[in-house]
């Protein structure tokens, strides 16, 4: 069984800081991994995937992910957060079921 | 423009009552889900469905039905046997084999 532990319920950080959300994963096969982002009383979109290849993933909004395969991760990272950047962040894992941790709320403050 | 639609945004029930919620999906996907999000946590898996005519549990099943009828379509209701149904409910789909999945804006439903 595989399963994704996200690290930190609640990130607060200052416009323009950089910002670093974890994530944790476990999984007996080869997985893809996937970053999505929900703004409040909407659906998740899509932020980055990693899928196979480079091990740095590049997404919209200047977001960018690392997987590690050793350490089993695949921390989100952006270097300047924006206040429109406040919002849910999911990391899933997939090998062939999707499994979503239970979500980093983003709070960028002014 | 190709994409995933739910429909309503917003919905009451009384206790008791049966409703159904829909989801439609143009993107010529063969796999479609159902999730539930509770404030606070992360989404949790009802319902998939990999192929038309078909489809299977996933971890919170009890007190939901579904069905695909049509490729497009993965309609959820929600019965009387769900003590706890207020919720916000998602539905996505996907390639099979490939599981980036595409989301729908979301169904807030409310027991009133």
């Known amino acids: 069984a595989q399963s994704v532990t996200q690290l930190d319920s609640q990130v607060p950080v200052f416009e323009e800081a950089p910002v670093e959300l974890r994530c944790n994963y476990s999984?007996?096969?080869?997985?893809?991994l996937f970053w999505y982002v929900q703004y409040p009383n909407q659906g998740l979109q899509l932020l980055l995937k990693y899928l196979s290849g480079s091990t740095l993933v590049k997404g919209i909004n200047g977001f960018e992910a690392e997987f590690n395969k050793s350490q089993t991760s695949f921390h989100l990272r952006k270097p300047s957060v924006h206040i429109s950047d406040t919002a849910e962040y999911f990391c899933?894992?997939?090998?062939?079921?999707?499994?979503f941790g239970d979500g980093t709320t983003l709070t960028v403050k002014p | 423009d190709g994409g995933i639609t739910q429909s309503p945004k917003y919905l009451f029930r009384k206790e008791g009552q049966n409703v159904t919620l829909s989801c439609e999906q143009n993107?010529?996907?063969?796999?479609m889900y159902w999730y539930r999000q509770d404030p606070g946590q992360g989404l949790r898996l009802i319902y998939y469905?990999?192929?038309?005519?078909?489809?299977q549990k996933g971890d919170i099943a009890e007190g939901y039905s579904v069905s695909r009828e049509k490729k497009e379509s993965f309609p959820l209701t929600v019965t009387s046997a769900q003590k706890n149904p207020t919720a916000f409910y998602l539905c996505?789909?996907?390639?099979?084999?490939?599981?980036?999945?595409?989301f729908g804006p979301g169904t807030r439903l409310t027991v009133l």
């Open positions: 996505a789909s996907s390639w099979l084999g490939y599981n980036e999945q595409f």
């Open positions: 469905s990999q192929i038309v005519n078909d489809f």
């Open positions: 899933a894992v997939s090998d062939g079921k999707s499994t």
């Open positions: 999984s007996s096969v080869s997985v893809y």
């Open positions: 993107l010529n996907h063969d796999a």
